[in-house]
């Protein structure tokens, strides 16, 4: 069956959105986006240069006093109605998303509803934001601590999720008093801008939050620019060390959540089903371009065959097609560059392991979109490259193990520590393996997402910082002690 022509309606008109002014020609040029499934070209999106960042962000220095003063319950009551208004687009919401990346749209249709739930959540604390008060000495005096917003954040979101990225890091910045200078991947703008027209129709003020499309120089003049108070990025380590080359000019505080290479650790009293299907589900779901799939699976000598053939049994019998076909598990991969990347690294592995399933370019209807099929390799090298490298894309890495000690070694040998899973019966022995893995999450029998009200973020090469829960409001407010002395 031919593939779904997207329906290129559902787009915003291309713009970037400077508080409320839709400019839709700027200064950083324009990009041709295209649809990964077909490789055919949808709309041009104009990019924000450095006269537009600059913009943005005066217009959020602008409208942060008063977003910063308005009274907080006043504040809940904005961020629950963004929280409304994106339940209500959902579809269009659903659809833009499946344009703009080519997530499944069985995928893609969860999105808006945990956006929602983000903004619903955080709106929660906008009132309850809060202080301490200290204990003094050596003579008394009155002491405590109110938390303030930073003022302007810069935000910058991946291609792969932006609608979940903004009510990760957007809505609790608000929900803190801070207003945001976004800045979407000019590889999926479109959701973004989507937003920036509702948080307006919401009735945010204008300023409070600016979105602009852009590619590298446009994030090197949002984090190198004077105006802002605090970064947040999400991406490679690669571009990190540029963000954090722009941030040390101004010395702006920063926030990242980086890639991962996560251990997936299957004990041989394991639940072997559930423990292989939600191994494969993290290279099917996105085509495998999550930053928390545990994708490196090390399995229990005992078991070891029996998750690679069932491995193999589960992804056989999944779908990867048409991305706007409800029966669709996995789609193509973002671009044709990632495609080519993906597959240069499969090529390096087949000299270090073994190839069992797939490790071709699909061909024919899936020819002209950038498809990958889901990629099985046994007998991987914890040392070899793609073992140690973010493959980011539908390729699973299997290793064995002989004692829970070398399955720890193993699992923290990689210069990442995003997250980990561990599968076992045995809760005393989970527990000790637990509390000896380097990772800012484990997940233990069963990965049910990230909610709301837990902290997400990394360590060593993932990134410092969190979002999610308290610790999410947190990293967007700073303390300002007070003494009084009696």
Not at 157 to 180: D, E, H, Q, R, T
Not at 409 to 436: F, S
Request: aromatic share 6%.
């Amino acid at each position: 069956m031919p593939m779904t022509a997207p329906p290129l309606e559902v787009l915003p008109d291309p713009h970037l959105l400077v508080g409320d002014e839709r400019i839709s020609t700027s200064s950083g040029g324009w990009h041709e986006h295209r649809y990964a499934a077909t490789g055919t070209a949808t709309r041009r999106v104009p990019l924000a240069g450095d006269a537009e960042i600059d913009a943005a962000v005066r217009a959020a220095r602008a409208a942060a006093p008063a977003w910063a003063a308005l009274p907080r319950d006043n504040r809940r009551r904005l961020l629950l109605a963004v929280a409304e208004l994106i339940r209500t687009n959902a579809d269009e919401l659903t659809t833009t998303t499946v344009i703009e990346n080519a997530t499944p749209v069985s995928l893609a249709a969860h999105s808006p509803h945990l956006t929602a739930d983000l903004f619903e959540y955080n709106a929660g604390w906008a009132d309850k934001i809060g202080g301490t008060v200290e204990a003094t000495w050596p003579v008394p005096a009155f002491d405590y601590t109110v938390e303030e917003p930073y003022g302007v954040i810069g935000v910058i979101i991946p291609w792969n999720g932006p609608l979940a990225s903004i009510g990760m890091v957007v809505a609790p910045a608000l929900a803190a008093g801070n207003c945001v200078v976004l800045k979407p991947p000019e590889l999926a703008p479109w959701t973004s801008l989507r937003f920036g027209e509702l948080l307006l129709e919401a009735g945010i003020p204008p300023g409070v939050v600016s979105v602009v499309p852009g590619g590298p120089s446009a994030g090197e003049a949002l984090t190198s620019h004077p105006g802002i108070d605090k970064l947040h990025f999400t991406g490679s380590g690669a571009t990190a060390r540029r963000v954090l080359a722009g941030a040390q000019q101004n010395l702006t505080p920063v926030c990242l959540e980086l890639g991962g290479k996560s251990a997936n650790l299957i004990f041989a009293d394991a639940d072997l089903p559930a423990a292989v299907q939600q191994a494969v589900g993290g290279i099917v779901q996105l085509a495998g371009q999550t930053c928390l799939s545990g994708t490196r699976v090390i399995a229990e000598d005992s078991v070891y065959d029996a998750v690679v053939d069932m491995a193999v049994d589960i992804l056989s019998q999944l779908t990867v097609g048409d991305p706007f076909d409800a029966d669709t598990h996995m789609g193509p991969v973002v671009s044709a560059a990632a495609a080519d990347r993906i597959m240069s690294m499969i090529e390096r592995a087949r000299t270090e392991c073994r190839v069992v399933m797939g490790g071709e370019r699909m061909s024919g209807e899936f020819a002209a979109g950038y498809y990958i099929p889901p990629t099985v390799l046994a007998d991987v090298d914890n040392d070899s490259y793609i073992a140690q490298n973010e493959v980011f894309g539908p390729v699973l890495a299997l290793l064995r193990f002989s004692d829970a000690a070398e399955a720890v070694r193993l699992a923290n040998d990689t210069p990442y520590g995003l997250a980990a899973y561990v599968w076992g019966k045995d809760l005393q022995h989970t527990h000790r393996v637990v509390a000896e893995l380097a990772a800012g999450n484990v997940w233990v029998n069963g990965f049910f997402g990230i909610p709301p009200s837990v902290p997400f973020g990394g360590v060593k090469a993932s990134g410092y910082g969190r979002t999610g829960g308290r610790e999410g409001i947190r990293e967007f407010t700073r303390p300002k002690n007070v003494w009084i002395a009696l």
